[in-house]
Every structure is written in C-alpha cells, then in structure tokens.
C-alpha cells in the first residue's frame, strides 16, 4: 500500500497502454483509473505512436505480440523519440525474449498471466526511475557534478561516491559502472548493453568479466554482499540497481 505522499506523486501520471485484445485494454485501464493514473489505450502499434505524439505519456505499457508492429518495433520506435520508461507484456517467458526487449529500449517485461498488484507495482518503479532521471538533470549546478539517488551520493569530477552516509573507494572500472547503473537505477539492464557501455561497444569482453566487476562493486556497496539489496540479478539477462535499501521482491 502506498502512502498518501507516494499516492500523490503518481496522480494524474499519463499512461498509454497498446494492445490488439480489448478485453486487455479494458482491464488495464479501469486499474489505472482507479490508482490515479491518466490513460489512454491504443488497439496497435501505429495508433499507439500517434498518441505517443500526441499526447506525450509519463509511461507506455505494450503488447509484444501484435499484427503489422510488434512490441520490439514499438520499443525502438518510442526510443527514438523519448526516454520514457516502455513496459513489455507478453505470454512468453524464455530469456531470449527478454532480451530482446531490453535491448530494443523496454525498462521491464512482465509475463502474462500477472496479477495486476504486480504491474502496478512495476509501473511504481518504471516511474520513479523516471522522476529520478528528471531530478540527476535538473539539479546539477554548472562545474558541479553531484548524483544522489536513495542511499547513493556521487561526485563525478572527484570521483567521491558515499553510500549510506559512508565513504566507499572505487576502482575506475567499478565507478564507471556504479555510475552506469544509477544513471538507469530501477531498470533491468542486460549483460551485452553493461559490456558495450563499459569496455565500448565492439568489446570482446564475456559476460564472466562482468560478474567479476559486479561482484567487486558489491562488497564496497553492500551492506551484505552474499545477501544485495541495491545491484539485483535478473537470473541469465542482466542486473537492476535499485538505490533505495528495498526488499527485492516487492520491486
């Protein structure tokens, strides 16, 4: 259950919804109507970027499989055009479908059947990653590169990163991805797209160099490292950092 100042912050957030079942649309949108949600639905992909257009949603939620645009397409339509958090449905479940999404530019995949608890949930997160990309660009005064995300503190011309209020030492490589990561804080991000950002996009570098890097960041950052609570695995695609000291499952 959210607080009333967490209830309040959603209110009246755009959400555009695309799917060709409309019993789906339907569903959806009395759901966030009755959380305090604007939205609007579209029965494909091509409507779906007119409202896109036209309206400027906070947050699309799409169907992956539909005639004439697929999900994937959608994904990197909008991605041409916003940064706006995309999340994917589909009654696919296998890995290589996840990545796909993420890497066309989704922020989560949810697999159907799902309660409807557990997508609200997500669009929760989807939207305050949103909010806190909007916040990491407006508050930084020119010479001053100050990052805070929940318990995270980043001076990036310095390089002075404190979490929970204790100074942590960084290699150049564990900064550069701790950085990465808050920059998409509350997004899954897959295993090629954190290679191609660390080491260059025509890096030769393998997932198991990741690990290593992910957990060397982890016992600086974690107050438990065997047990995380801010850099998350999403289990064969990639990994989530969520920089408030939350319960993973409730994400």
Known sequence: MMDQESHASLQHKKILVIDDEPSITRALRASFLANGYDVRTAHDGI????VLEDWGPDLVVTDLAMPDMDGIEICRQVRSKSSIPIILLSVRDDTESKIRALDAGADDYVTKPFSI?????RVRTALRRLELVRRLTAQSP????????????????NRQVTVQGREVRLTPREFELLLFFLRNADRVITHSAIIKSIWGP???HQPEYLRVLVS?????????????CFLLTDPWVGYRLTPT???????
């Open 202 to 204: 025509h890096s030769t």
């Open 245 to 251: 000291e939350e319960d993973p499952s409730q994400l």
């Open 216 to 228: 060397a960041l982890r016992k600086k950052i974690e107050p438990d490292p065997l047990h995380p």
């Open 47 to 50: 409507a779906g970027l007119h």
């Open 142 to 157: 020119p010479g001053e590169e100050i990052l805070r995300a929940g318990e995270f503190t980043v001076n990036t011309l």
């Open 117 to 121: 608890d557990e997508l609200l949930a």
